[in-house]
């Protein structure tokens, strides 16, 4: 099947199921192309929470992954309570380091959001 250039780009959104000790959870995550995940590094930097080197600046932890949340995660469902909350989701992020690694992964992993010949559209 060819591939239309022209869909590669926009924004794209999937549901994401999330494991271990938040198994039972998806998130709606966005797609961080290398163009968006640039424009987010520009935005951090400006608002002083990354350093020249890229490292994130002592004491901002909290606020730089609830600002990647606020970006990248659009929604929660599954076996939460309450509605999704972005600081709520990088505190957990901050407290276990598989969930970190887990949303920080798939909001970059290009398979789920260009399956099926470029259309890796939202699915509910």
Same mark, same amino acid.
């Given at each position: 099947?060819?591939?239309? *250039? @022209? $869909? *590669?780009?926009? !924004? =794209? +959104?999937?549901? !994401?199921? %999330? ?5 039972? !959870? ?6 961080? #192309?290398?163009?968006?995940? @640039? =424009? /987010? %590094?520009?935005?951090?930097?400006? =608002?002083?929470? *990354?350093? $020249? @080197?890229? #490292? ?11 600002? /990647?949340?606020? +970006?990248?995660?659009?929604?929660? =469902?599954?076996?939460?309570?309450? +509605? ?13 380091? #598989?969930? *970190? ?9 290009? @398979? ?8 890796? #559209?939202? $699915?509910?």
């Amino acid at each position: 099947m060819p591939v239309d *250039l @022209d $869909s *590669l780009g926009g !924004v =794209r +959104t999937q549901w !994401v199921a %999330l494991t271990g000790p938040v198994a039972g !959870v998806e998130i709606l995550v966005q797609y961080m #192309s290398p163009d968006e995940g @640039d =424009r /987010f %590094l520009r935005r951090m930097r400006d =608002r002083g929470m *990354l350093q $020249s @080197d890229g #490292s994130v600046v002592g004491g901002r932890m909290l606020d730089y992954w609830t600002e /990647f949340c606020k +970006t990248f995660v659009k929604d929660i =469902r599954g076996d939460v309570r309450g +509605t999704y909350d972005p600081a709520q989701l990088a505190r957990a992020m901050l407290a276990v380091g #598989s969930v *970190l690694h887990e949303v920080k992964e798939a909001v970059a992993n290009q @398979d789920i959001f260009f399956a099926n010949g470029g259309d890796g #559209s939202t $699915s509910s």
